[in-house]
T-cell receptor
Framework: GENVEQHPSTLSVQEGDSAVIKCTYS??????FPWYKQELGKGPQLIID?????GEKKDQRIAVTLNKTAKHFSLHITETQPEDSAVYFC?????????????FGSGTQLTVLP | NAGVTQTPKFQVLKTGQSMTLQCAQD?????MSWYRQDPGMGLRLIHY???????DQGEVPNGYNVSRSTTEDFPLRLLSAAPSQTSVYFC????????????FGEGSWLTVV
């Protein structure tokens, strides 16, 4: 099955700086890579996703890049703000079967220091 | 606009007790699932369902049962609680089409003593 590794487990940045979180996956059949943000006491919420036919996707201050050859993808947050502080999860899935299971990384606790 | 609703939010159980975590969604989603979240281990799939009457095991199904009698509800049953089941549980749902957004509930914090 799929295995997703995520680094770093904790990340502290100064407000206004950029943050980068990296994930690698094992199953070359995976073709869908979402990122979730989890605020304290809440459930994870999708913030951005990318499919294997695209190398990069941007949404305002958030961008995701995908390197299918190397089997890794990254989340980039620019001009970080205190409200970006949260746990971020990457995930990967393939299109086999009807359930399209997601395998999650172990999470990154991002702290944006004022 | 309720989305995915989980109850209870917090629960303390004694070892050996049984209980049911409730999950309901009002988005007419075909797919529902249960995850547990443990420190340093991300979210792990317990059970999932692709439609009413259909359930299947995920990565960590032992000690849990599910049923899907309606599209809206997907309860998770702990048969005989163990301290290893102390965790945060999340119910999630999405449409049947591949790649669509998964919506999570707010979570249920369970402690087994």
């Amino acid at each position: 099955g799929e295995n997703v590794e995520q680094h770093p487990s904790t990340l502290s940045v100064q407000e206004g700086d950029s943050a980068v979180i990296k994930c690698t996956y094992s199953d070359s059949a995976s073709n869908y890579f979402p990122w979730y943000k989890q605020e304290l006491g809440k459930g994870p919420q999708l913030i951005i996703d990318i499919r294997s036919n695209v190398g990069e996707k941007k949404d305002q201050r958030i961008a995701v890049t995908l390197n299918k050859t190397a089997k890794h993808f990254s989340l980039h947050i620019t001009e970080t703000q205190p409200e970006d502080s949260a746990v971020y999860f990457c995930a990967a899935s393939d299109s086999s079967g009807s359930a399209r299971q997601l395998t999650f990384g172990s999470g990154t606790q991002l702290t944006v220091l004022p | 606009n309720a989305g995915v609703t989980q109850t209870p939010k917090f629960q303390v159980l004694k070892t050996g007790q049984s209980m049911t975590l409730q999950c309901a969604q009002d988005m007419n989603h075909e797919y529902m699932s249960w995850y547990r979240q443990d420190p340093g281990m991300g979210l792990r799939l317990i059970h999932y369902s692709v439609g009413a009457g259909i359930t299947d095991q995920g990565e960590v199904p032992n000690g849990y049962n599910v049923s899907r009698s309606t599209t809206e509800d997907f309860p998770l049953r702990l048969l005989s609680a163990a301290p290893s089941q102390t965790s945060v549980y999340f119910c999630a749902s999405k449409t049947g089409h591949s790649g669509n957004t998964i919506y999570f509930g707010e979570g249920s914090w369970l402690t087994v003593v």
